[in-house]
């Protein structure tokens, strides 16, 4: 046997120890899974695949054909108030996407690299990636930031790939909110939770420059709308929004 096949068998070997000691998992439901699959199992990958196809409003994020778009915007949003200028989404809020989100707010960061993937291919696709200046992860209030101990946000916008754009942390929340759960889906109530929640820093450089807001879920686009609106005070001349999903399919 030559060196170069003996160094394969070798390899081969290995990885069949290492896969005995420390059998590979899908990273979201935990079944066993290859050391090929790219950390998730077919069942998480079907799912994650079911929530990131379909079509999507570039205004504020919902499902709907190409077709029904009129003017840029969806039926569901037309009248509403929405401050930020556009939207790229990963896919919707539900099954494996659901699970890894709520998972990573939850201390899971290992999952940044697949999240952080399925977020940098909806801001390659987004159509306003070379406008951006600036990526503003959306705040923590600074008592859940020490609870937790990091911002999702931060975690999502440090694995986006730009040639020139930075992370600017001059956004901050000045008060801290209810927190927003899944029930909480009055839009106006929602709205009203977050009014007033946010500023940017004495000495920030928002002024005239495109800026994109990274966070982990749009439900009613409340805190991005709040977002928005204050960034645009300060002198923002476009304010995108990134977001891994969606959730609230329905008009709300």
């Keep these: 046997m030559d060196a170069v096949k003996l160094k394969r068998a070798a390899g081969f070997a ?3 120890l290492n896969h005995l000691l420390w059998p590979a998992v899908c990273i979201n439901c935990k079944e066993s899974i290859c050391e090929t699959d790219a950390n998730l199992c077919k069942n998480c990958w079907d799912e994650l695949l079911g929530c990131t196809g ?72 987004s159509g306003f990636i070379e406008k951006i200046e600036f990526f503003v992860p959306v705040p923590l209030h600074w008592s859940r930031r020490l609870v937790r101990g990091y911002n999702q946000s931060s975690i999502i916008a440090r694995r986006l790939k730009h040639p020139t754009a930075k992370i600017n942390t001059d956004l901050v929340r000045i008060r801290r909110t209810k927190t927003q759960p899944g029930g909480m889906a009055d839009a106006a109530a929602r709205a009203r939770n977050v009014a007033g929640a946010f500023a940017v820093r004495y000495g ?14 749009k439900t009613t686009g409340a805190t991005l709308n709040e977002c928005a609106r204050v960034l645009k005070e300060a002198g923002a001349a476009s304010v995108f929004a990134l977001v891994l999903a969606v959730a609230g399919q329905a008009p709300t």
């Design 14 to 16: 290995l990885q069949g």
């Design 54 to 125: 379909a079509d999507y409003c570039r205004h504020c994020g919902r499902d709907v054909s190409r077709y029904a778009i009129l003017d840029g915007v969806c039926p569901n949003c037309q009248g509403e108030e929405i401050h930020f200028d556009q939207i790229a989404r990963a896919g919707v809020y539900a099954d494996a996407l659901r699970k890894m989100v709520l998972a990573l707010k939850n201390g899971r960061t290992e999952l940044d690299s697949t999240l952080g993937f399925l977020a940098d291919s909806a801001l390659q696709g």
């Design 204 to 217: 920030h450089k928002f002024a005239g420059r495109n800026v994109c807001l990274v966070d982990d879920v």
